[in-house]
């Protein structure tokens, strides 16, 4: 059974400091894999998907690897600003019912 | 603008009384689903649809039903809701391999 986890679960950095968000799974027999980022009582927004042949994606100041025979990925987010406080929550796909297995999420805090 | 779009965005019920969860995208897209959130567990999958008047169990179905009937459509019905059943939900679609979420369904069964 796919587990997904994601370290830390909480992570307060001054602003304008790069991080790394982690995310693991336990089973390597992905599809893809997708990060999100929800704010306090809204929706998912999609960030980055990163295809199982793919190995990163980059968008603005956010950079996704993927490395699947070892089942992690990172988030990398850039210059760090205020306005990427939220929660990061990774995403695995496997087989062809387009099903999710989500991870807890990252709860970030970037301060000014 | 293409979005998936929810309603009602909180709703407070009591036990038994039969809800309706509307979820409507206006992509034309064929697959979509329903997830809760629960603190601690995460997001799980309720029911999915591949297309129309195709659905099917996802990890958590109990208590709850849906249908397909169009495309554009997704309701998520709970005959009996129960307090358990009180959670943050969210209506997916998926184009190509990236999937899009509603902006979710806070509903409290007291």
């Known amino acids: 059974k796919q587990e997904v986890t994601q370290i830390p679960a909480a992570l307060s950095v001054p602003e304008g400091e790069n991080l790394v968000l982690n995310c693991s799974f336990t089973?390597?027999?992905?599809?893809?894999l997708q990060w999100f980022r929800q704010d306090p009582g809204k929706g998912l927004t999609s960030l980055l998907l990163i295809q199982s042949s793919q190995r990163e994606q980059t968008s603005g100041r956010l950079n996704a690897s993927l490395d699947k025979s070892s089942g992690r990925s990172t988030l990398y987010i850039a210059a760090s600003q205020p306005g990427d406080s939220a929660t990061y929550l990774c995403a695995v796909r496997q087989g062809n019912t387009g099903k999710l297995i989500f991870g807890q999420g990252t709860t970030l805090q970037v301060k000014p | 603008e293409a979005q998936v779009t929810q309603n009602p965005r909180y709703l407070i019920t009591v036990t038994g009384k039969k809800l309706t969860v509307t979820c409507s995208q206006n992509m034309n897209h064929e697959y979509m689903s329903w997830y809760r959130q629960d603190p601690g567990l995460g997001l799980r999958q309720i029911y999915y649809?591949?297309?129309?008047?195709?659905?099917d169990k996802g990890d958590v179905p109990e208590g709850y039903k849906v249908s397909r009937k169009e495309k554009r459509n997704f309701p998520l019905i709970l005959e009996s809701p129960s307090p358990n059943q009180t959670s943050l939900y969210f209506c997916a679609t998926k184009r190509g391999a990236e999937q899009f979420f509603g902006p979710g369904t806070r509903l409290t069964v007291l």
């Open positions: 089973d390597s027999a992905i599809y893809n």
């Open positions: 649809s591949m297309n129309v008047e195709v659905t």
